[in-house]
């Protein structure tokens, strides 16, 4: 896979995705104490993920979350999330290498599919991108 000029293998990317699906498990269950029904909609949501974002879109609510163990460069980051008329930037937030996790209602019809990229803010200046999932709501 070939993502703002550096050329990752497929290896990383199978890792990666066992790595998320095995912390979704763990993390956001039906059964997890304090887990709101919405939360156990998107964990039972089928996964978009892309590199080092997963996207989970159910019930007008959507997940993203940022893969953990070094996955991208540490450093300042912002999703980018579209789809069914809305197109919003959510805020900067520094990655350290664990999992950052984000949950926002998103309020479309069923079957709109919903996009979110995850753009890392170069020390020198600009943008690479570090993932692009899609998901049908």
Not at 81 to 109: C, H, K, L, M, Q
Request: glycine residues 10%; contains cysteine; charged residues 10%.
């Amino acid at each position: 896979m070939k993502t703002a000029g550096k050329t990752r293998s497929t290896a990383c990317v199978l890792a990666t995705a066992t790595v998320l699906a095995t912390a979704l498990a763990t993390t956001i269950s039906p059964a997890s104490a304090g887990a709101s029904a919405t939360q156990a909609a998107v964990a039972r949501a089928p996964a978009g993920v892309s590199v080092c974002l997963g996207l989970w879109a159910a019930y007008n609510a959507i997940l993203l979350r940022h893969l953990g163990g070094r996955c991208s460069p540490l450093g300042t980051y912002h999703i980018h999330v579209w789809g069914g008329g809305r197109d919003i930037n959510y805020p900067t937030y520094t990655y350290n290498s664990a999992i950052r996790e984000f949950s926002y209602t998103w309020p479309v019809p069923q079957g709109t599919n919903i996009c979110a990229e995850l753009w890392y803010h170069k020390p020198g200046g600009g943008y690479e991108s570090w993932g692009l999932p899609c998901e049908e709501m």
